[in-house]
């Protein structure tokens, strides 16, 4: 007979914590959100943690270079999306792994025989005014000019006429060579009272940008994810079948940190790609597998030597997958059982392995829930799909700013290695959408303002790190009615702004 949970499947938005006693201490600046992101022997710490619980989802809407610089300078991670071609990914794990504050990759770039339409649909496109020439349009291509809009004028040109004919030349333009700091790089900006000016390595190849605009509003990062070189760190999305070539692929472009990307992961599959990195590469390169959503799932990753267990099915914004196949787990039910599982795992061996909440968070207490619930940090894709840093299109539909998010599972990425059972190449049948999320401004302004009410919410409970509110946490179930009093109620609503703002 099929076995069946006493318990209803339960979501965040099902529960609400119950104030602890504060002391004076508890002040929001007192709060750490540090957290361990691979298992470790009880006594020691762990190899990888973070400044800030939240990692980016495995997704292409969601996870690429920029979007990675953007997290690690907040104290998270990223997990580079793995439903591109091996060598577009590493790529990415390179960019960011060689990203200096102030060096910004050219995103706008041009070939010398392209003409000055083509020019003007690119800057239309990046909405950037100054173009890198290089011979082969690349942004590391050779350099031989640049364009900004001092260079052309539109009513007395033809759009037909040769970026080379007036672009600035190399011989003319002032550059900094590879290697020099950023104080050098300004320095040449103001001596030379230029915009921006280009670097370049030995071979004339660019290599990257400094601007003027970039000088004042740089930022302070208090709580920076470095490695050990002073690097930003990074993580990677690897799946079941071709890890044989994108691991060792991903490792030497410098991932810190692998996560198995499928959305149901208690299979064999699992093993075999995890015991793979074990006989390859020992314990020196770091795996988180999932998703799992109950107490067998996550004995069967643990044993399989997974560094950390990631769960959740079917509860992400763009997902369907309860809909297609009848699978799944409320997200919140599924994290409490795993969180037991894991603290009886401990007790039982002495090794703590971190466990990922990943997708469904709506408003930014549910954070705070599934901290509280044991999970270790928190895998989002919609929150950070909404920021200018995602590499997803910003649109205006019908006067509001959205950017575009879609699953994994979507037509749209074609992921079918994500929902891999065997069998064919191909995704067999949807299991997510294609969707518009509403645009919300900076990741870092973000990141903050939802912190700092998780910071807050933790304070009510009494506790000043992650640890002390999972002990601490008094959780209470609430019914229909009473959420409907959780939001405002019985007024008239001046403006709604401020929902918005939440989600
Ligand atoms: P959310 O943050 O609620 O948008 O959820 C993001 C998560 O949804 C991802 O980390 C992944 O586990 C899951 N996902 C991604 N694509 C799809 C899909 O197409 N069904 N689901």
Redesign the pocket.
């Known amino acids: 007979m099929a076995e069946y949970f006493n318990e209803p499947s339960r979501t965040f938005s099902e529960y609400l914590l119950v104030p602890g006693y504060s002391s004076k201490e508890c002040r929001v600046d007192n709060v750490s959100l540090a957290t361990p992101v691979v298992k470790f022997r009880k006594g020691e710490e762990s190899a990888i943690s973070m400044k800030i619980p939240l990692v980016s ?3 292409q809407a969601v996870s690429d270079d920029k979007l990675a610089v953007a997290l690690a300078k907040e104290g998270g991670i990223s997990f580079i999306y793995a439903s591109q071609t091996i060598e577009n990914q590493a790529a990415m794990i390179r960019r960011v792994k060689s990203h200096k504050a102030g060096f910004v990759t050219s995103d706008a770039n041009i070939r010398p025989d392209q003409t000055l339409g083509e020019l003007l649909e690119l800057k239309k496109r990046t909405g950037h005014s100054t173009t890198a020439v290089t011979e082969d349009g690349t942004a590391e291509g050779k350099l031989v000019g640049i364009v900004t809009s001092r260079d052309y004028r539109i009513s007395r040109m033809s759009l037909e006429t040769k970026v080379k004919e007036f672009m600035t030349p190399f011989e003319k333009l002032i550059y900094v060579k590879e290697g020099a700091t950023l104080s050098e790089a300004n320095d040449v900006l103001w001596d030379n009272k230029l915009n921006t000016v280009p670097v370049i390595d030995d071979n004339q190849r660019l290599t990257h940008f400094v601007f003027r605009k970039d000088y004042d509003t740089h930022k302070a990062y208090p709580n920076e994810l470095l490695d050990e070189h002073k690097r930003y760190m990074v993580g990677a999305g690897v799946n079941t079948r071709d890890y044989a070539e994108r691991i060792p692929a991903l490792v030497e472009a410098g991932a810190d940190v692998l996560c198995i990307d499928s ?1 149901e992961g208690f299979s064999e599959w699992q093993k075999d790609t995890l015991d793979f990195v074990r006989e390859k590469y020992g314990d020196s390169v770091k795996i988180g597998a999932g ?1 799992v959503v109950d107490r067998d799932g996550f004995n069967y990753l643990a044993e399989a030597g997974a560094d950390f267990i990631k769960i ?1 099915i079917g ?7 309860r809909e297609q196949k009848g699978i799944g787990r409320g997200q919140a039910s599924a994290v409490i059982e795993v969180a037991q599982a894991r603290n009886e795992y401990y007790e039982k061996t002495g090794i703590y392995i971190p466990i990922c909440s ?4 709506v408003y930014d207490y549910h954070m705070t829930l599934a901290l509280a619930m044991g999970a270790d940090f928190i ?5 950070f799909s909404r920021f200018d840093e995602s590499p997803t299109n910003k649109l205006n539909i019908n006067g509001n700013y959205v950017k575009e998010y879609w ?4 037509n749209r ?1 074609r992921n079918w290695q994500r929902y891999d059972m065997g069998g064919d190449s191909k995704l067999s049948f949807e ?2 959408v294609d969707s518009y999320v509403p645009y919300a401004g900076a990741l870092s302004d973000n990141v903050r303002y939802s912190l700092q009410k998780v910071k807050s919410t933790m304070c009510n409970c009494g506790a000043l790190t992650i640890p002390e509110l999972q002990k601490k946490a008094k959780m209470t179930i609430v019914s229909a009615t009473s959420i409907v009093e959780g939001g405002a109620h019985d007024v008239i609503l001046k403006e709604t702004s401020n929902s918005s703002n939440m989600r």
């Open positions: 989802a495995i997704m959305s998703n959740g509860g992400g914004s763009i997902c369907i997958t990943d997708g469904g968070i895998m989002l894709g919609r929150y699953g994994e599972g979507s990425a299991e997510g």
